[in-house]
Nanobody, 119 residues
């Protein structure tokens, strides 16, 4: 069974930093695009950042220059380094990875981790 486990959320003051991690486990053959999404209270889930298998990254405009997504394929992990955090970054953050096993393709989501930025 393949699954994702997130860690790294918490409470931070505006201007501070946090680093989120999302580790995949199971009999994984390959991982394609990895991404982070977030959902603020009363709002729809929105895409934040993605990194493909070649290392190409993309970001939503609101986090450009402040957040950095990276991946470590050997550790089966994707990271989101968040700097210069703002109160509007407060949300539950979810990772999303397309994982290939020997028998299936799985579009997996992490359990979510709360990020709260105080003003």
């Amino acid at each position: 069974q393949v699954q994702l486990v997130e860690s790294g959320g918490g409470l931070v003051q505006a201007g501070g930093s946090l680093r989120l991690s999302c580790a995949a486990s199971g009999s994984i053959v390959r991982m394609n695009t990895m991404g982070w999404y977030r959902q603020a209270p009363g709002k729809q889930r929105e895409w934040v950042a993605r990194i493909d298998s070649a290392g190409t990254t993309n970001y939503v405009d609101s986090v450009w220059g402040r957040f950095t997504i990276s991946r470590d394929n050997a550790k089966k992990t994707v990271y989101l380094q968040m700097n210069s955090l703002k109160p509007e970054d407060t949300a539950v953050y979810y990772c999303n990875i397309v994982v290939f096993t020997s028998t299936s393709v799985n579009d997996l989501w992490g359990q979510g981790t709360q990020v709260t930025v105080s003003s």
